[in-house]
């Protein structure tokens, strides 16, 4: 448990590597867009981030019926990981996409229901942050914090759904789009190398950091453990 | 203290709807006494509509395309102070704690306090629409604007009522209930909203279906969801 593990610290390696190859990748093997120029570069990094934060929201919620099914404490580490990873890449996604926005949508947001959801789906992980903090009793904090990653991710997809009976101006590049939708575009050879090779590696980085987040926990928790036992 | 052993209690002797009627009774009977919470909440309520009409200027013609929302965000904010106080009396009083030793079904102490927290907020809004209608004269009786209400409240009141049961019982108590509660709550918000402007506009029905439709889609899933997790909020 003490020693980092090898595996880890080769997962470390791949993740710079495979950074260093995306940023090449997206900044200068992928064509140039014909239309929005080269601010469409920010899609690859867009779309990769917000693809790993909802993996990382995923696996809270995966995590927190585990929880509540096992009353296993290390899903509680684990769906805590899970959540603060999904929230910084979830950050990543909004502001990204908010720099494209301002070019091509002429604004820097716009209450479209993906970026609204996209927000709320933040502040309920935020709330799932403070709700932790308020609680001292850790099986307490552990049960709440499944519960409350369980129910607040039943209502994101509602929340988008409610807001998509409006109208959506987001464009849809993987799949059928919008008519309405703005700022679309068909990728090219070079441009799904690029798309794809971003996934990859924010797939890879996630899984690192989510590794590291896991094993941070389980060192802090030894850490208590150790405390309560020199202070009984 | 572990997870597992909820699943493991013995069957209940009493039905669940009688225990169930008692938890309701129970409120409504300590709130006939006390009138703590509808005071607070309608009192509240008429404050807010006030406020609205100073910060938005509420003149005719503007006061059509608002007052869906201003209504909404009334209830949404005196819900709230009631879904906290019926709540922290429970905590307070160690209540909660002689609830959970009684031989009933969880379930049943959970939909218990879903109907009370309902009776209380539909009591308010009764109170609030003609006191709105008067003031702004503008007609509110229509009855899908009614339905919706009506729809609207039970999601507010079901998610509710599981993320107060969880609040009390933390550090924050008061404060954390509306950050928990209003990211959750929200496609009530904009459903509800949507529709009610749609009905006040008398705007057709299938304009207005999908909204409704989702608002009923909230209730069942929620409702089903608090039905599977109230056991581990109230276990120690």
Request: glycine share 8%; with cysteine; aromatic share 12%.
């Amino acid at each position: 448990m003490n020693a980092k593990p090898k595996a880890l610290m080769a997962l470390d390696v791949a993740s710079w590597a495979l950074l260093a190859v995306s940023v090449y990748l997206v900044l200068v093997y992928a064509p140039m867009e014909a239309v929005m120029g080269n601010v469409q570069r920010v899609f690859y990094y867009h779309v990769a981030a917000g693809w790993v934060g909802m993996i990382g929201f995923l696996f809270a919620v995966f995590a927190g019926i585990m929880y509540l099914a096992r009353g296993d404490r290390k899903w509680d580490v684990m769906g805590l990981a899970g959540v603060e990873v999904g929230l910084i890449f979830s950050l990543i996604n909004i502001v990204t996409g908010s720099i494209w926005a301002r070019p091509i949508w002429n604004t820097w947001w716009t209450w479209d229901p993906r970026l609204v959801t996209a927000t709320i789906m933040e502040l309920v992980y935020v709330a799932y942050l403070m709700l932790r903090q308020g609680i001292d009793d850790p099986d307490r904090r552990a049960r709440f914090g499944a519960i409350y990653a369980i129910v607040g991710f039943l209502s994101v997809p509602l929340s988008f759904f409610s807001i998509r009976i409006w109208r959506t101006i987001h464009p849809v590049v993987i799949g059928s789009g919008d008519a309405g939708a703005q700022g679309g575009f068909d990728m090219t050879a070079g441009m799904q190398v690029a798309f794809f090779f971003c996934l990859f590696t924010f797939t890879v980085i996630a899984v690192d950091l989510l590794w590291h987040r896991v094993r941070l926990g389980f060192l802090a928790d030894k850490v208590e453990q150790l405390k309560l036992k020199f202070s009984s | 203290m572990t997870v597992k052993s909820a699943a493991k209690r013995p069957a209940p002797p009493v039905s669940f709807l009688s225990s169930m009627w008692a938890v309701v009774w129970k409120d409504l009977a300590a709130e006939l006494r006390s009138r703590e919470l509808i005071s607070a909440m309608l009192v509240f309520s008429l404050l807010v509509v006030l406020i609205f009409n100073f910060s938005l200027e509420l003149n005719a013609r503007e006061r059509q395309e608002v007052t869906a929302g201003v209504l909404w965000v009334t209830f949404v904010f005196a819900g709230t102070l009631g879904l906290n106080r019926s709540m922290a009396i429970e905590k307070d009083g160690n209540c909660l704690d002689g609830l959970l030793l009684a031989p009933v079904d969880r379930a049943a102490i959970y939909f218990g306090k879903v109907i009370g927290n309902l009776i209380f907020m539909l009591l308010v809004i009764l109170i609030v629409l003609p006191i709105y209608s008067i003031l702004y004269n503008t007609n509110l009786f229509v009855p899908g604007l009614l339905v919706t209400i009506l729809l609207g409240a039970i999601g507010y009141v079901v998610s509710g009522t599981l993320l107060a049961a969880m609040s009390v019982q933390t550090r924050t108590r008061d404060i954390l209930l509306p950050i928990l509660h209003l990211p959750v709550v929200l496609p009530v918000v904009i459903s509800a909203v949507r529709a009610s402007t749609y009905f006040l506009q008398g705007q057709p029905m299938d304009l207005i279906w999908g909204s409704l439709n989702l608002l009923i889609g909230y209730n069942v899933i929620f409702t089903a969801a608090a039905y599977m997790l109230f056991d581990y909020v109230v276990q120690e």
